[in-house]
């Protein structure tokens, strides 16, 4: 599993990397960021 804290643009570019690798946990202070990674399918807490 792989935790990725903060979804800016690194963030997100990290996530779209790892998650064909395994499971990918975001966690961003954004809720409204949360709800669109979520959208698109990852895992996001707030």
């Given at each position: 599993?792989?935790?990725i804290?903060?979804c800016?643009?690194?963030g997100?570019?990290?996530?779209r990397l790892?998650?064909?690798?395994?499971k990918t946990?975001?966690?961003?202070?954004?809720?409204?960021?949360?709800?669109?990674l979520?959208e698109?399918?990852?895992?996001?807490?707030?």
């Amino acid at each position: 599993m792989y935790v990725i804290i903060g979804c800016g643009s690194v963030g997100l570019s990290t996530a779209r990397l790892t998650a064909p690798k395994g499971k990918t946990l975001i966690i961003d202070n954004d809720p409204k960021r949360v709800e669109n990674l979520r959208e698109q399918g990852f895992e996001g807490v707030v």
